[in-house]
Every structure is written in structure tokens, then in C-alpha cells.
């Protein structure tokens, strides 16, 4: 069965640091796209970054550009998100998944984890 299972969540301090990662089990990700969503409480899921796992393409919302980072190893079949300059916006649950399709929409992605708390103090 496909498994994904985030990880790297926690609680940091404006400015900080934290690396999420998300292992997929159970499914080949050769010609899939892997997307990172967060959510906020009282909040809909909004799209954060996708990379295209063949090709390493990736596409970002605005409000991370240049602050998080989006990659894969496909070795380790493992996505990772690197998240720089944390703001206390930023807080959410962060959530992974897994689409056939190039796209940031949430109702695409078939296949999601079970999500990992991220908390941003002021």
C-alpha cells in the first residue's frame, strides 16, 4: 500500500531553520510529482512548493520563493523540504503529496501524509 510519513516538523523561533522530509513507500515515483501544502488552522490546505520527481522541476508559491527550497533524492524514493527565514506566517501543519499531474491544486494530489506540525515563534 502507498505510505507517505513526513517528517522534521517543530517549533522554532522567527529567522529559523527546519528540514521536512517525506518518504514514499508502496508507489514509484518515476513519473509522479510530489507537492508540499500546509494548512493553518480555521484555514483551507494551500499549495507550497511541487518538484517534478524525472526531472527536478519546481515550482514555488510566492510567498516562499527564495526561502524554501523543494528537493528529492530518488534513491531513497525520500522528498524534502528546506524552509530558511521562518516567519510566524509560516505556521501550519505541512503536508506531502503525491499527484500524476504537474499542478498545485489539492483535489490532484491522491496520495497524501499524514502531515507535521510547524510552529513559528515571534
Known amino acids: 500500500q502507498v505510505q507517505l510519513v513526513e517528517s522534521g516538523g517543530g517549533l522554532v523561533q522567527a529567522g529559523g531553520s527546519l528540514r521536512l522530509s517525506c518518504a514514499a513507500s508502496g508507489l514509484s515515483l518515476r513519473t509522479q510529482t510530489m507537492g508540499w501544502f500546509r494548512q493553518a488552522p480555521g484555514r483551507e490546505r494551500d499549495f507550497v512548493a511541487l518538484?517534478?520527481?524525472?526531472?527536478?522541476?519546481?515550482f514555488y508559491t510566492d510567498s516562499v520563493k527564495g526561502r524554501f527550497t523543494i528537493s528529492r533524492d530518488t534513491a531513497k524514493n525520500t522528498g524534502s523540504l528546506q524552509m530558511n527565514s521562518l516567519k510566524p506566517e509560516d505556521t501550519a501543519i505541512y503536508y506531502c503529496?503525491?499527484?500524476?499531474?504537474?499542478?498545485?491544486?489539492?483535489?490532484?494530489?491522491?496520495?497524501w501524509g499524514q502531515g507535521t506540525q510547524v510552529t513559528i515563534s515571534s
Open positions: 518538484i517534478v520527481w524525472s526531472t527536478g522541476r519546481t
Open positions: 503529496a503525491v499527484s500524476q499531474y504537474y499542478t498545485t491544486l489539492v483535489r490532484m494530489y491522491g496520495y
